[in-house]
């Protein structure tokens, strides 16, 4: 299966499909059982307040930040969160990344006038991030330069190392099969390798799917991706079912994490 053939498992037998029980395992947090009613809960007040702080901890929270000039990004995006949010505790919330691109430019490239449904992302708002998903076409197998501009922005948050720890992946649109869906992933890591970010790949984890020849299909162990041909095609369910798988997995990643220790002042330590 080209590059990737010693992965494929002996005796042509593929995993089975992903599915909740192949994911982390969340292993920070574990729910008080041995109350049986509200009797036990007056007669027990340290576990009532133990209850009380447990209900009041607030959703864990992954930032799904695109750039999507056709849209292919953008359905991924919407997929992914479906996935995030299946996930108990933990809340997939979309963001989009500033045009630079004027707008007699985007009209001549016909591209659709983006909605406000989804809001555009500060620099700043990075840092409430529990997880990030960064998803962006290629341009010539590599970000695509809104996004590329986006991450040159957070000079300020480097500086600090305020994203120190913080799990990340990519998810990515091509016009081809050979367009970068792997070398798009690979580039783009320098810029979390630098912000001393956690990068999360998917791997092997959709099982079967990732090894499936029958039809086309984006995607790889990098992160889920899409072909958008002339930008006429749509989405297989393939190719969306693993943008949800994505959302998962690095939510069960997150929440095994709980709030880690992004931000952590380390160069205050040197």
Request: aromatic content about 10%; some cysteine; charged content about 20%.
């Given at each position: 299966m080209g590059k990737g053939g010693g992965c494929v498992p002996s005796k042509k037998r593929f995993p089975t499909e992903a599915s909740d029980r192949d994911l982390p395992v969340p292993g920070s947090y574990v729910p008080i059982t041995t109350l049986s009613g509200p009797e036990d809960i007056r007669r027990n007040p340290v576990q009532k307040n133990e209850i009380q702080?447990?209900?009041?901890?607030?959703?864990?929270?992954?930032?799904?930040?695109?750039y999507s000039m056709y849209g292919h990004v953008e359905l991924l995006a919407r997929r992914?969160?479906?996935?995030?949010?299946?996930?108990?505790?933990?809340?997939?919330?979309?963001?989009?990344?500033?045009?630079?691109l004027p707008k007699d430019v985007l009209d001549q490239m016909r591209v659709p006038q983006k909605s406000d449904e989804v809001a555009v992302i500060s620099v700043d708002e990075l840092v409430q991030a529990d997880g990030l998903l960064f998803g962006f076409p290629t341009r010539f197998g590599s970000m695509a330069a809104q996004m590329k501009a986006f991450f040159d922005s957070t000079g300020g948050l480097w500086e600090g190392q305020r994203l120190a720890g913080v799990p990340a992946g990519f998810f990515v649109s091509t016009g081809t099969q050979g367009g970068g869906q792997e070398t798009t992933a690979w580039t783009a890591i320098t810029q979390l390798a630098h912000h001393g970010m956690l990068y999360v790949p998917i791997g092997y984890t959709f099982g079967a799917g990732m090894f499936k020849m029958d039809s086309i299909r984006g995607g790889s162990p990098y992160g889920a991706g899409i072909f958008s041909g002339d930008g006429t095609r749509e989405p297989s369910e393939t190719e969306l079912a693993l943008a949800e798988h994505q959302g998962k997995y690095m939510a069960a990643t997150v929440k095994r994490f709980g709030i880690g220790y992004k931000g952590l002042d380390l160069l205050s330590q040197h």
């Amino acid at each position: 299966m080209g590059k990737g053939g010693g992965c494929v498992p002996s005796k042509k037998r593929f995993p089975t499909e992903a599915s909740d029980r192949d994911l982390p395992v969340p292993g920070s947090y574990v729910p008080i059982t041995t109350l049986s009613g509200p009797e036990d809960i007056r007669r027990n007040p340290v576990q009532k307040n133990e209850i009380q702080e447990q209900q009041s901890i607030k959703k864990l929270k992954i930032f799904i930040i695109f750039y999507s000039m056709y849209g292919h990004v953008e359905l991924l995006a919407r997929r992914m969160k479906k996935g995030v949010d299946s996930i108990d505790g933990v809340e997939g919330v979309l963001f989009r990344v500033p045009e630079t691109l004027p707008k007699d430019v985007l009209d001549q490239m016909r591209v659709p006038q983006k909605s406000d449904e989804v809001a555009v992302i500060s620099v700043d708002e990075l840092v409430q991030a529990d997880g990030l998903l960064f998803g962006f076409p290629t341009r010539f197998g590599s970000m695509a330069a809104q996004m590329k501009a986006f991450f040159d922005s957070t000079g300020g948050l480097w500086e600090g190392q305020r994203l120190a720890g913080v799990p990340a992946g990519f998810f990515v649109s091509t016009g081809t099969q050979g367009g970068g869906q792997e070398t798009t992933a690979w580039t783009a890591i320098t810029q979390l390798a630098h912000h001393g970010m956690l990068y999360v790949p998917i791997g092997y984890t959709f099982g079967a799917g990732m090894f499936k020849m029958d039809s086309i299909r984006g995607g790889s162990p990098y992160g889920a991706g899409i072909f958008s041909g002339d930008g006429t095609r749509e989405p297989s369910e393939t190719e969306l079912a693993l943008a949800e798988h994505q959302g998962k997995y690095m939510a069960a990643t997150v929440k095994r994490f709980g709030i880690g220790y992004k931000g952590l002042d380390l160069l205050s330590q040197h």
